[in-house]
């Protein structure tokens, strides 16, 4: 139950893209559609931002987009704003209905 | 209005033992697997259990197998975590999340109980 690996920190301008990478093995990303990423503010708990790879839940702004592609999934944050920084952490489904975390990314808008 | 509001967290000598509760409310409890998710003070997430819609199901992270216990009550709409022999390491906020329609993800948090493990 190994996390996934995501960098340490993104930064980018307002209005800007960025682009959040984790990645996993086969025994969970590149074997499942089922990565979420989450975003978390400081002292708050984690919103779901992303599921299934590429879903958006309802509310959830179309700035951010979801991708996968062999051992690895990103998250796309587009135009980025000052309300995106905090902390991206993604997650993916693994074998006998267990889960793991990446690492975190934490997003910094300059 | 789904809510999940955690309770039960404290200071605890290594060794000893914590159950945390968790209350949800604003849906049919009985219909979602439920999850519990730890975070360190200063670290990432850590998913460490969940629980089928019925309870015949419980699943755990390798390092808190055989000291930790997830139930629940569809009675009372509640979510327990039972910790025994806690470890300096188990100090974190723990989480209660509700599992997705497709128990993927996981898509309504409550707002987390903290548990340290000190002498």
């Known amino acids: 139950q190994s996390a996934l690996t995501q960098p340490a920190s993104v930064s980018g301008s307002p209005g800007q893209s960025i682009t959040i990478s984790c990645t996993g093995t086969?025994?969970?990303?590149?074997?499942?559609?089922?990565v979420s990423w989450y975003q978390q503010h400081p002292g708050k708990a984690p919103k779901l931002m992303i599921y299934d790879v590429t879903n958006r839940p309802s509310g959830v702004s179309s700035r951010f987009s979801g991708s996968k592609s062999g051992n690895s999934a990103s998250l796309t944050i587009s135009g980025l704003q000052t309300e995106d920084e905090g902390d991206y952490y993604c997650?993916?489904?693994?074998?006998?209905?267990?889960?793991?975390f990446g690492t975190g990314t934490k997003v910094t808008v300059l | 209005e789904v809510q999940l509001v955690e309770s039960g967290g404290g200071l605890v000598q290594p060794g000893g033992s914590l159950r945390l509760s968790c209350a949800a409310s604003g849906f049919t409890f009985s219909s979602y697997w439920m999850t519990w998710v730890r975070q360190a003070p200063g670290e990432g997430l850590e998913w460490v259990a969940n629980i089928n819609r019925d309870g015949s199901e419980k699943n755990y992270v390798d390092s808190v197998k055989g000291r930790f216990t997830i139930s629940r009550d569809s009675s009372t709409n509640s979510l327990y975590l039972q910790m025994n022999n806690l470890r300096a390491e188990d100090t974190a906020v723990y989480f209660c999340?509700?599992?997705?329609?497709?128990?993927?993800?996981?898509?309504?948090w409550g707002q987390g109980t903290l548990v340290t493990v000190s002498s």
């Open positions: 997650s993916s489904w693994m074998a006998i209905n267990t889960f793991a």
């Open positions: 086969s025994s969970d990303i590149s074997g499942y559609k089922y």
């Open positions: 999340a509700r599992d997705g329609n497709n128990v993927n993800d996981f898509d309504h």
